[in-house]
Protein backbone atom coordinates (compact mmCIF):
# COMPACT_ATOMS: atom_id res chain seq x y z
CA UNK A 1 0.00 0.00 0.00
CA UNK A 2 1.11 3.22 -0.82
CA UNK A 3 0.46 6.44 1.18
CA UNK A 4 0.84 10.00 -0.73
CA UNK A 5 0.84 13.19 1.61
CA UNK A 6 -0.40 16.79 0.57
CA UNK A 7 1.14 19.20 0.92
CA UNK A 8 4.70 18.14 0.94
CA UNK A 9 5.19 21.57 2.90
CA UNK A 10 2.69 23.82 4.55
CA UNK A 11 3.53 27.62 5.36
CA UNK A 12 1.78 28.21 8.25
CA UNK A 13 1.00 31.65 10.53
CA UNK A 14 0.89 31.34 14.37
CA UNK A 15 -2.33 30.70 15.84
CA UNK A 16 -4.11 29.81 12.05
CA UNK A 17 -5.56 25.70 11.76
CA UNK A 18 -3.18 23.78 9.75
CA UNK A 19 -4.48 20.06 7.52
CA UNK A 20 -2.40 17.50 6.19
CA UNK A 21 -3.78 15.16 4.06
CA UNK A 22 -2.94 11.05 3.43
CA UNK A 23 -4.21 9.22 0.46
CA UNK A 24 -3.55 5.25 0.08
CA UNK A 25 -3.68 3.41 -2.91
CA UNK A 26 -6.18 1.07 -1.34
CA UNK A 27 -8.47 1.12 1.50
CA UNK A 28 -7.52 0.36 4.80
CA UNK A 29 -10.24 -1.13 6.13
CA UNK A 30 -9.03 -4.24 7.85
CA UNK A 31 -11.39 -7.12 7.60
CA UNK A 32 -11.76 -7.05 11.62
CA UNK A 33 -13.81 -3.98 10.61
CA UNK A 34 -10.65 -1.42 11.85
CA UNK A 35 -8.85 1.12 10.22
CA UNK A 36 -5.23 1.17 11.10
CA UNK A 37 -4.37 4.80 10.15
CA UNK A 38 -1.98 6.69 12.39
CA UNK A 39 -0.26 10.12 12.38
CA UNK A 40 3.61 10.85 13.71
CA UNK A 41 4.78 14.26 14.23
CA UNK A 42 8.96 14.64 13.99
CA UNK A 43 10.77 16.84 15.44
CA UNK A 44 14.39 17.89 14.08
CA UNK A 45 16.84 15.67 16.04
CA UNK A 46 14.23 13.66 17.39
CA UNK A 47 12.58 10.32 16.70
CA UNK A 48 9.06 10.28 15.12
CA UNK A 49 6.20 10.80 17.93
CA UNK A 50 2.91 8.98 18.23
CA UNK A 51 -0.03 11.35 17.63
CA UNK A 52 -3.09 9.54 16.63
CA UNK A 53 -4.16 5.88 15.66
CA UNK A 54 -7.07 4.61 14.22
CA UNK A 55 -8.06 7.33 12.62
CA UNK A 56 -9.26 9.62 15.01
CA UNK A 57 -7.89 8.53 18.35
CA UNK A 58 -5.53 10.94 20.46
CA UNK A 59 -2.46 9.33 22.10
CA UNK A 60 -1.96 9.94 25.95
CA UNK A 61 -0.20 13.15 26.44
CA UNK A 62 -1.32 14.88 22.83
CA UNK A 63 -3.13 18.35 22.97
CA UNK A 64 -6.75 18.18 21.75
CA UNK A 65 -5.48 20.94 19.26
CA UNK A 66 -4.63 17.85 17.10
CA UNK A 67 -7.42 15.90 15.16
CA UNK A 68 -7.98 13.11 12.90
CA UNK A 69 -10.43 12.41 10.29
CA UNK A 70 -11.37 10.10 7.70
CA UNK A 71 -12.02 6.69 5.96
CA UNK A 72 -11.52 4.46 3.54
CA UNK A 73 -8.46 5.77 1.62
CA UNK A 74 -8.73 9.63 2.06
CA UNK A 75 -7.76 11.09 5.69
CA UNK A 76 -6.93 14.56 7.20
CA UNK A 77 -4.94 15.36 9.96
CA UNK A 78 -5.82 18.90 11.72
CA UNK A 79 -4.13 21.31 14.11
CA UNK A 80 -7.10 23.89 15.17
CA UNK A 81 -4.26 26.65 16.07
CA UNK A 82 -1.23 26.08 15.11
CA UNK A 83 2.07 26.94 17.51
CA UNK A 84 5.39 27.15 17.72
CA UNK A 85 6.24 23.61 18.94
CA UNK A 86 4.34 22.27 16.37
CA UNK A 87 7.09 22.84 14.00
CA UNK A 88 8.14 19.53 12.00
CA UNK A 89 7.88 16.70 9.83
CA UNK A 90 4.30 15.14 10.00
CA UNK A 91 3.85 11.29 8.70
CA UNK A 92 0.54 8.96 7.97
CA UNK A 93 1.31 5.29 8.48
CA UNK A 94 -0.34 2.51 7.46
CA UNK A 95 -0.64 -0.64 9.88
CA UNK A 96 -3.62 -2.52 7.99
CA UNK A 97 -1.45 -4.67 5.96
CA UNK A 98 0.55 -5.66 9.10
CA UNK A 99 1.93 -8.62 9.29
CA UNK A 100 3.97 -8.52 7.38
CA UNK A 101 4.53 -5.08 7.49
CA UNK A 102 3.51 -1.29 7.34
CA UNK A 103 4.07 1.63 5.01
CA UNK A 104 4.36 5.27 6.13
CA UNK A 105 3.48 8.72 3.95
CA UNK A 106 6.67 10.66 2.33
CA UNK A 107 5.99 13.32 5.20
CA UNK A 108 4.44 17.03 5.21
CA UNK A 109 7.22 19.82 6.69
CA UNK A 110 4.93 22.17 8.64
CA UNK A 111 6.98 25.67 8.97
CA UNK A 112 5.88 28.75 10.15
CA UNK A 113 5.79 32.12 7.92
CA UNK B 1 8.67 4.87 31.98
CA UNK B 2 9.30 2.84 28.96
CA UNK B 3 12.69 3.28 27.45
CA UNK B 4 14.56 2.08 24.65
CA UNK B 5 18.12 2.41 24.19
CA UNK B 6 19.72 1.19 20.67
CA UNK B 7 23.41 0.82 20.33
CA UNK B 8 26.04 -0.71 17.95
CA UNK B 9 25.93 1.63 14.75
CA UNK B 10 28.78 3.29 13.07
CA UNK B 11 31.09 3.08 9.79
CA UNK B 12 31.33 0.15 7.85
CA UNK B 13 32.68 -0.53 4.66
CA UNK B 14 30.09 -2.24 1.84
CA UNK B 15 29.86 -5.88 2.37
CA UNK B 16 30.58 -5.98 5.97
CA UNK B 17 28.56 -6.53 8.79
CA UNK B 18 26.96 -4.91 11.84
CA UNK B 19 24.81 -5.97 15.48
CA UNK B 20 22.45 -3.40 16.56
CA UNK B 21 21.19 -4.18 20.05
CA UNK B 22 17.95 -2.56 22.10
CA UNK B 23 17.90 -2.41 25.85
CA UNK B 24 14.59 -1.89 27.20
CA UNK B 25 13.29 -1.10 30.06
CA UNK B 26 9.93 0.28 31.69
CA UNK B 27 7.04 -2.28 30.38
CA UNK B 28 6.75 -6.08 30.30
CA UNK B 29 9.40 -6.29 27.40
CA UNK B 30 8.33 -10.28 26.50
CA UNK B 31 4.47 -9.26 26.21
CA UNK B 32 5.47 -7.17 23.16
CA UNK B 33 5.90 -7.13 19.13
CA UNK B 34 9.51 -5.12 18.56
CA UNK B 35 10.18 -3.47 15.57
CA UNK B 36 13.39 -1.92 13.74
CA UNK B 37 12.02 1.21 11.36
CA UNK B 38 15.11 2.90 9.92
CA UNK B 39 15.16 6.39 8.42
CA UNK B 40 17.73 7.22 5.46
CA UNK B 41 18.74 11.10 5.16
CA UNK B 42 16.39 13.54 4.68
CA UNK B 43 13.37 10.47 3.86
CA UNK B 44 10.99 8.82 5.72
CA UNK B 45 10.63 6.56 8.15
CA UNK B 46 10.72 2.63 6.82
CA UNK B 47 9.69 -0.48 8.17
CA UNK B 48 13.17 -3.17 8.22
CA UNK B 49 11.81 -6.00 10.69
CA UNK B 50 9.83 -7.26 13.61
CA UNK B 51 9.70 -10.17 16.05
CA UNK B 52 6.62 -11.53 17.44
CA UNK B 53 6.84 -11.47 21.75
CA UNK B 54 8.11 -15.02 21.96
CA UNK B 55 9.91 -14.93 19.25
CA UNK B 56 7.91 -17.65 16.48
CA UNK B 57 7.55 -15.09 13.72
CA UNK B 58 9.67 -12.49 12.22
CA UNK B 59 8.67 -10.74 9.45
CA UNK B 60 11.35 -8.29 7.04
CA UNK B 61 11.04 -5.59 4.16
CA UNK B 62 11.79 -7.02 1.11
CA UNK B 63 14.92 -4.72 0.90
CA UNK B 64 16.90 -6.42 3.92
CA UNK B 65 15.14 -10.42 3.66
CA UNK B 66 18.16 -12.95 3.61
CA UNK B 67 20.81 -10.19 4.89
CA UNK B 68 19.11 -9.11 7.79
CA UNK B 69 18.47 -10.95 11.02
CA UNK B 70 16.51 -10.05 14.35
CA UNK B 71 16.15 -12.07 17.33
CA UNK B 72 15.40 -10.93 21.22
CA UNK B 73 16.18 -11.90 24.57
CA UNK B 74 13.35 -11.37 26.83
CA UNK B 75 15.50 -12.84 29.95
CA UNK B 76 17.69 -9.65 29.59
CA UNK B 77 15.07 -7.25 27.29
CA UNK B 78 17.04 -6.93 24.71
CA UNK B 79 16.31 -6.89 20.67
CA UNK B 80 18.76 -7.42 18.32
CA UNK B 81 19.03 -6.99 14.38
CA UNK B 82 22.24 -8.89 12.52
CA UNK B 83 22.77 -6.97 9.65
CA UNK B 84 25.75 -8.52 6.69
CA UNK B 85 26.62 -7.83 3.36
CA UNK B 86 25.83 -4.28 3.60
CA UNK B 87 25.26 -1.76 1.20
CA UNK B 88 25.63 2.21 0.87
CA UNK B 89 21.58 2.17 0.49
CA UNK B 90 21.16 0.93 3.84
CA UNK B 91 22.58 4.03 5.53
CA UNK B 92 20.02 5.46 7.99
CA UNK B 93 18.77 5.83 11.46
CA UNK B 94 17.77 2.59 12.76
CA UNK B 95 15.40 3.32 15.57
CA UNK B 96 14.25 0.18 17.73
CA UNK B 97 10.57 0.49 18.21
CA UNK B 98 7.45 -1.09 20.72
CA UNK B 99 4.19 -2.01 18.55
CA UNK B 100 1.22 -1.42 20.33
CA UNK B 101 -0.48 -4.74 18.36
CA UNK B 102 -3.86 -3.80 19.12
CA UNK B 103 -4.14 -0.49 17.10
CA UNK B 104 -1.33 -1.75 15.18
CA UNK B 105 0.79 1.26 15.63
CA UNK B 106 4.39 1.77 17.09
CA UNK B 107 3.81 3.72 20.56
CA UNK B 108 7.06 4.10 21.73
CA UNK B 109 10.73 4.83 19.77
CA UNK B 110 14.15 5.03 20.69
CA UNK B 111 16.59 7.97 19.88
CA UNK B 112 18.01 5.60 17.12
CA UNK B 113 21.48 4.47 16.67
CA UNK B 114 23.13 5.58 12.83
CA UNK B 115 24.69 2.99 10.73
CA UNK B 116 26.74 4.86 7.70
CA UNK B 117 27.93 2.20 4.83
CA UNK B 118 30.78 3.72 3.21
CA UNK B 119 34.36 3.14 1.75
Not at chain 1, 55 to 69: A, E, H, K, L
Not at chain 2, 29 to 40: K, N, P
Amino acid sequence: IVMTQTPLSSPVTLGQPASISCRSSQSLVHSDGNTYLSWFQQRPGQPPRPLIYKISNRFSGVPDRFSGSGAGTDFTLKISRVEAEDVGVYYCMQGTQYPPMYTFGQGTKLEIK
Amino acid sequence: EVQLVESGGGLVQPGGSLRLSCSASGFSFGSYTMHWVRQAPGKGPEFVSAIDNNADNTFYADSVRGRFSISRDNSENTLYLQMSSLRPEDTAVYYCVKMWYAIRSLDYWGQGTLVTVSS
